[in-house]
């Protein structure tokens, strides 16, 4: 088991290495992909390795001359790998229009490093009508034929309905992975968990599954270590990997993560794809799923906080902590309604504001243990 | 029965021997840089106040910066868990306390039991404390303990614009280059703090009555604008300083 977890923990925390093996080894072609709507499926299709693009892991400096630094850490931080060549073993990077901050990642890129294959997508916000599906329906077939002359080979319908039916597993795999922490918290810490998940993004998803599918059993076989402790639910972090140092603050102050609503975590293995007549069709019918509701894309009827409160409520959670990046626009907008219904429900929550660059330590460890207090009664 | 609170914070460490409801002693010392060195000698000087020894103490509690550190505490809490038990000890009709220090500001609600209900604290950004006044009084060659004093006589509030400790700094610097009278960029440099407390205060939301602690509580020219900006009354404890203190005691206390 320690030699599965250790590899996800690798993987995570220093991705280049790990992915430009891949390529070494297989002789295959790396994509980038943008965080949270690519549908990963019609690049697997296409017999070449879809990498979730990540935040590096050293102090943002040349990127400072191509991005303002009130950009979040992601969008700074990518381009920064980007202008030192650090990700030249990427073949291809798509990106699609997101939030505020990434909008000019894309053309930054293209302008100053472009990468050997570069494709834009709009992908379409979830209001309803046709005329949205339609839309993305146009782009996702965009998108794979790009793919297939990147690739130098023609994306098969069987293939596509062998990648759907590979990343079907590889979410219900994580899945079981979920029911588990919340069935027995505290016997996966939450870097672990972040671990795990971030390392289905990083690599070949039959060989993760594979190996989270010997690693489940094993799991399963801990003992749950959670007595007296808080339980509690993360959410944030919507693009990028928190702080595994912060995950371990969290748990050092007392709590329990029991669920969570994190990109890499919950977010990432969301909804299955309900296999159809046309596969490309059913991805886009995965993609306008409102639920976990998208600040980037999101319709104004279905509320971020309801959603929360739900989750904490299902989860029999104490509270909740709010991972802010620092400068993430779809988040900020949404925080005040999160704050406001919270309180109005009674649920106790603590933001805390996180940036690549990890700062001030003592300040959330205080605010950490504080806010286990004042659950545990506030007296 | 009695124990001692101690609250080892970035600049200063305040004790407080407590037996029953009756304060024995209380001291502050500089923090230096071995916490748990200067702690102790804290508490042995608090303790030769109150003519008793160190064997007597029951309970220790810790809180602050380096709560974490105090080897010979028994317990540690947040500040902002002590800070609200020592005010609402001080005035039971505290719904609200709002806390500067030398590097961190927090706002604390309470409900009318003094159960803490929500909080905010600064970041990591010295903007809304103790040392932005004490930089500002630098830059303008006053005394910490005057600045207060010298703010209330301004004849106009000089506008500092700047939420950020180093860029204040030099817009303070232009003011007094432009002939600004003092008087009037100290009044500006107080507001500046209250607008930033104004606007953190907000997330937690400001009810009466409001107690203020800290040793920026000392400062009468920051009273005043805070008062102005929040439009309430501050009530002030006789010694603001050690509230935390008191409040890491009384958990003590309680917590036997």
Not at chain 1, 354 to 372: D, G, I, K, N, P
Request: glycine letters at 8%; one cysteine or more.
């Amino acid at each position: 088991m320690e030699k599965v977890m250790s590899r996800f923990m690798e993987l995570s925390t220093d991705p280049y290495a790990g992915v430009a093996k891949w390529k070494e080894d297989t002789g295959k072609k790396i994509i980038g992909c943008f965080p949270m709507r690519i549908p990963e499926e019609i690049v697997h299709a296409s017999g070449m390795l879809p990498v979730v693009m990540w935040r590096g892991n050293e102090a943002v400096t040349l990127g400072h001359s191509y991005v303002h630094n009130f950009n979040c850490g992601l969008t700074r931080s990518f381009i920064d790998d980007v202008m030192k060549d650090k990700l030249d073993f990427m073949d291809g990077m798509i990106f699609y229009r997101s939030c505020l901050q990434a909008e000019e990642i894309p053309s930054t890129i293209e302008l100053n490093a472009p990468p050997r294959h570069f494709l834009y997508l709009y992908l379409p916000p979830l209001y309803p009508g046709a005329v949205f599906r339609d839309f993305l329906i146009q782009q996702l077939k965009k998108m794979k034929e790009n793919l297939e002359a990147w690739a130098g080979k023609e994306i098969t319908e069987d293939a596509l309905n062998n990648s759907i039916e590979v990343y079907n597993k590889n979410r219900s795999l994580l899945k079981r992975l979920y029911e588990l922490r919340k069935r027995k918290p505290g016997t996966i810490r939450a870097r672990e968990m972040l671990a795990i998940v971030h390392a289905s993004m990083l690599m070949d998803k039959e060989e993760h599954s594979k190996l989270l599918g010997s690693l489940l059993p094993e799991l399963e076989d801990r003992e749950e270590v959670a007595d007296g402790k808080v339980r509690v639910i993360l959410s944030g972090g919507l693009c990028q990997t928190p702080h595994t140092a912060i995950l371990d603050l969290i748990e050092e102050a007392g709590m329990v993560v029991v669920d969570d609503d994190i990109y890499i975590g919950s977010r990432y293995f969301a909804n299955e794809v309900t296999p159809g007549n046309d596969p490309l069709e059913s991805l886009a019918d995965r993609y306008m799923k409102k639920t976990p509701p998208d600040p980037t894309m999101g319709d104004w009827k279905t509320l971020w906080s309801d959603y929360m409160v739900d989750k904490v409520r299902e989860n029999n959670a104490k509270g909740m902590v709010s991972l802010l990046v620092k400068f993430c626009p779809p988040h900020l907008c949404y925080y005040p309604d999160i704050k406001r219904t919270f309180d109005k429900e009674g649920i106790p929550e603590v933001m805390i504001e996180v940036e690549h660059e990890v700062v001030s330590v003592e300040q959330m460890r205080t605010r950490l243990q504080a806010f286990v207090e004042v659950i545990r009664g506030g007296a | 029965m009695i124990v001692a609170g101690i609250d080892v914070g970035s600049l200063s460490t305040k004790v407080v021997l407590l037996e029953d409801d009756r304060i024995l002693a209380a001291n502050i010392l500089t923090t230096g840089e071995e916490g748990v060195v200067m702690a102790r000698k804290a508490t042995d000087e608090a303790l030769r106040k109150a003519n008793i020894s160190f064997d007597q103490l029951e309970y220790i509690v810790t809180t602050g910066y380096g709560r974490k550190s105090i080897s010979f505490a028994k317990e540690s809490k947040s500040e902002m868990m002590c800070h609200a038990k020592g005010a609402y000890w001080l005035f039971p009709s505290a719904r609200t306390v709002i806390d500067i220090g030398a590097e961190s500001s927090k706002i604390i609600r309470l409900n009318k039991n003094g159960v803490v209900e929500d909080f905010v604290g600064n970041d990591k950004c010295a903007a809304g404390t103790g040392i932005f006044l004490d930089t500002m009084a630098k830059a303008l060659e006053v005394s910490i303990e005057e600045v207060g004093e010298l703010s209330l006589k301004h004849k106009e509030k000089a506008m500092i614009s700047s939420m950020c400790a180093v860029f204040a700094e030099s817009e303070v610097v232009s003011h007094v280059h432009r002939g600004t009278p003092r008087n009037d960029i100290l009044a500006g440099i107080h507001d500046s703090i209250a607008e930033r407390i104004f606007g953190m205060s907000n997330r937690v939301g400001i009810m009466d009555d409001v107690v203020m602690t800290g040793g920026v509580a000392k400062n009468i020219g920051m009273i005043k604008a805070l008062e102005e900006k929040l439009g309430t009354i501050l009530h002030v404890p006789e010694h603001p300083r050690v509230v935390g203190a008191l409040g890491a005691a009384l958990v003590a206390r309680d917590s036997k």
